[in-house]
Nanobody, 125 residues
Framework: QVQLVESGGGLVQPGDSLRLSCVRSGFDLDDFTVGWFLQAPGKEREAVSCISMNDVATYYADSVKDRFTISRDRATNTVHLQMNGLKAEDTAVYYC??????????????????WGQGTQVTVSS
């Protein structure tokens, strides 16, 4: 059974940092393009940051450039999202998603085959 599990969310203050982690069971994450998406209440799911299967291509939403960094740890089959300088508008449920192989449009949610259950990130003073 293929599963993705996110961790690392929480309640933080503006300006703080969090590191989200996406781990898999059932398949080798090295063979997958992986993306982080967020969904705020009443809004559609949107891409935050994605990394291609071969780590050549990455995508960052304009709102997180220079604050968030995506990385892949092949030793542990984990993909991390380092989030620095968090803002209230970053508050959302964050989902990890995976697609077998490469993708042209990393940022499109429907391109991904597997999804985790999500982890809540709340930024509030």
């Amino acid at each position: 059974q293929v599963q993705l599990v996110e961790s690392g969310g929480g309640l933080v203050q503006p300006g703080d940092s969090l590191r989200l982690s996406c781990v898999r069971s059932g398949f080798d994450l090295d063979d997958f393009t992986v993306g982080w998406f967020l969904q705020a209440p009443g809004k559609e799911r949107e891409a935050v940051s994605c990394i291609s299967m071969n780590d050549v291509a990455t995508y960052y939403a304009d709102s997180v450039k220079d604050r968030f960094t995506i990385s892949r740890d092949r030793a542990t089959n984990t993909v991390h999202l380092q989030m620095n300088g968090l803002k209230a508008e970053d508050t959302a449920v964050y989902y990890c998603a995976a697609h077998a192989g490469l993708l042209d449009r990393l940022w499109v949610p429907n391109e991904y085959d597997y999804w985790g259950q999500g982890t809540q990130v709340t930024v509030s003073s």
